[in-house]
C-alpha cells in the first residue's frame, strides 16, 4: 500500500485528477482545505518487486559504507551533546534517539495502553448513569404532567356558578397561559374579586406573594469549606466562582480557593480555570475522595474553600465529601425556571441536609411558577441565602433572588391592555379545600383590604 497527495481547487476536480493518474477504482483516504485548495490523499497497491527492481535499488558499497559512517557520525554527535548538556533539553534530540530506539516507543505506548482503557470505561460508566438519571427524570416529569391535568379536568367543572369582574379576568387568563400550577392558583385567585381595579389585584396578587415567600434572611456563608450540588446544567461552576469572589473581595484573593471535585464532564476543569483566573483565585482538582483529603488538609489556612461537584451522581458525590469533611455545608443550585419534580429530587428524595437553597439563572427564567409553589408549600422551612441573575462572574451574588423571582412572575401576568366591554368568566372560588389537601394552606394568606376601598 502507497499513499498519493493530489492538490487541485476543489473535491471534484481533485477526485477526476485522481482517477484519470490512478483509475476508476482509487481509494481516496482522507479529503482536507490547505491553504485555499483541496487535498486529497489515496492509498494504491503496490506490486511486489522483481529481482530486477531489487538489483536496480541496492546500494553500490561505497554508498553503504558512506550512509554507515553518516550514522556513526550522528550517533556520536547525539551523545556528545547529551554529555555536554546534562542540565539542558534538546527535544529534537530527544525525538530522535527515540526515534533510534523503537524498542522504546513501543513499551511506552504498552504502558499507555491500560490508563487509556480505564478512562474509557470510567467516561461509559458516567454515560450510562446519566442516561439512566435522565430516563427516571423525564418519567416523574411524564407522570407530573398527567397528576396536573387531572386535576384540572376536576376543577374545570367546579367552575360553572361564579363569575370574575371584567378588569380580573386577563389576570386570571394570563395565570392560565403562564402555567401557573392549579392549587397555586386558586389561592392566588383568593380575594382578586374584591378588587376595584386591576391595579389593585395585582398588588393584592404581589402583597401575597410576599407574604408567603418572607423567610429569615441569611446570606451566603464567607468561612469554612461549602459545597455546591445540583443536577447538570443548574449553574453550580459559576455560582461557586461569584461566592469566591465575594470574600475574596472583601479579603482578598489568597484567602480563598475552589475545588472541583470528580467532574469527570468535558471541559468542566477548563471552565473552572478559566472563571478563577478571572478572579485571580486558586483553583484546585480531585478526582477522588483521598485527592480531597490531601487537599482540603493543605488548604485549612484558608478562610473559605469553595467545593464544585458533578451533576451525576449527586447524592454519591456529597456523602463521599461529608466522610472527608463532615462539618462541610451544603447548597443547592437551582434554576429559577426548576420543574417541581426536579425540585423534590433534589431537596426531598435525596434526604440530605441542605444548608441553603441558591437561584441561579434568574435571568434566563420564563416559567417561575412551579419554584414559587415548592418554596410555599414543601420549601416553607428552606433557607435561600443567594441568587444569580448573569453569566458575568463579576456581577456577584444576589441576596436572595426572591424578589426579581416575584417580579418575572407578575410580570408573565400583566396583560397588554384592559377589555373594552364588560366579559365575564368563571371563578374557581370553590378550589380553596383542594388547595388545602394538596399541602399549601399557609396562615399569610388572608390579605387585609382597607376599608376605604372596601366602602369608597
Given amino acids: 500500500m502507497e499513499l498519493k497527495r493530489i492538490l487541485a481547487r476543489d473535491t471534484r476536480s481533485a477526485t477526476e485528477k485522481a482517477m484519470a493518474l490512478y483509475g476508476p477504482d482509487v481509494l481516496i483516504i482522507s479529503n482536507n482545505r490547505v491553504e485555499g485548495q483541496t487535498e486529497l490523499i489515496v492509498a494504491l497497491d503496490v506490486s511486489e518487486a522483481t529481482s530486477e527492481e531489487l538489483i536496480e535499488e541496492t546500494p553500490t558499497p561505497n554508498e553503504a559504507s558512506e550512509t554507515a559512517a553518516a550514522m556513526t557520525t550522528l550517533q556520536a554527535l ?3 551533546k547529551a554529555d555536554k548538556s546534562s542540565t539542558a533539553n534538546n527535544p529534537f534530540s530527544d525525538h530522535l534517539q527515540q526515534a533510534l530506539k523503537p524498542e522504546t516507543a513501543a513499551a511506552a505506548k504498552k504502558n499507555a495502553e491500560p490508563t487509556l482503557k480505564t ?102 456563608p464567607n468561612r469554612g469549606v461549602q459545597v455546591m450540588a445540583g443536577l447538570s446544567g443548574a449553574g453550580k461552576t459559576l455560582m461557586a466562582a461569584k461566592a469566591a469572589q465575594q470574600v475574596a473581595l472583601n479579603y482578598g484573593p489568597e ?59 449527586m447524592t454519591e458525590r456529597l456523602n463521599e465529601i461529608l466522610q ?73 451574588l444576589k441576596s436572595s433572588g426572591l424578589t426579581k423571582l416575584i417580579n418575572i412572575a407578575l410580570s408573565q401576568l400583566t396583560p397588554p391592555s384592559a377589555p373594552a366591554q364588560e366579559v365575564m368568566m368563571p371563578v374557581d372560588e370553590d378550589l380553596a379545600p383542594l388547595a388545602h389537601t394538596m399541602g399549601l394552606d399557609r396562615p399569610n394568606w388572608s390579605v387585609e383590604i382597607p376599608q376605604s376601598e372596601l366602602h369608597g
Fill in 324 to 396: 472527608v469533611c463532615p462539618t462541610a455545608g451544603l447548597h443547592a443550585v437551582v434554576p429559577a425556571d426548576s420543574s417541581s419534580v426536579t425540585l423534590n429530587r433534589i431537596m426531598l428524595k435525596s434526604q440530605l441536609k441542605w444548608q441553603s437553597l441558591m437561584i441561579s439563572k434568574l435571568d434566563e427564567s420564563h416559567s417561575p411558577w412551579p419554584l414559587i409553589q415548592f418554596l410555599i408549600a414543601e420549601g416553607a422551612h428552606c433557607m435561600v441565602s443567594a441568587g444569580g441573575s448573569s453569566d458575568r462572574v463579576m456581577d456577584g
Fill in 255 to 313: 484567602y480563598v480557593a475552589v475545588v472541583s471535585y470528580h467532574d469527570m464532564r468535558a471541559g468542566a476543569w477548563a471552565q473552572t480555570q478559566v472563571l478563577c483566573a478571572q478572579l485571580g483565585v486558586d483553583c484546585f482538582r480531585a478526582s477522588d475522595a483521598e485527592t480531597l483529603k490531601v487537599l482540603l488538609n493543605e488548604l485549612s489556612p484558608r478562610r473559605l474553600v469553595v467545593i464544585d461537584t458533578p451533576g451525576v451522581q
Fill in 119 to 220: 478512562e474509557q470505561i470510567l467516561t461509559q460508566g458516567r454515560d450510562q448513569v446519566r442516561s439512566q438519571e435522565i430516563v427516571s427524570l423525564v418519567r416523574e416529569e411524564l407522570a407530573a404532567l398527567r397528576q396536573e391535568f387531572r386535576l384540572s379536568q376536576q376543577t374545570a367543572n367546579w367552575q360553572m356558578n361564579q363569575y370574575w369582574p371584567a378588569h380580573v379576568q386577563p389576570l386570571v387568563q394570563g395565570m392560565i397561559d403562564a402555567g401557573v400550577p392549579t392549587t397555586l392558583r386558586a389561592l392566588l385567585q383568593e380575594g382578586l374579586r374584591e378588587q376595584p381595579t386591576q391595579d389593585h389585584a395585582i398588588e393584592s396578587l404581589r402583597s401575597q406573594l410576599t407574604l408567603n415567600l418572607e423567610r429569615p434572611q441569611e446570606g451566603f
Fill in 78 to 80: 547525539l551523545t556528545r
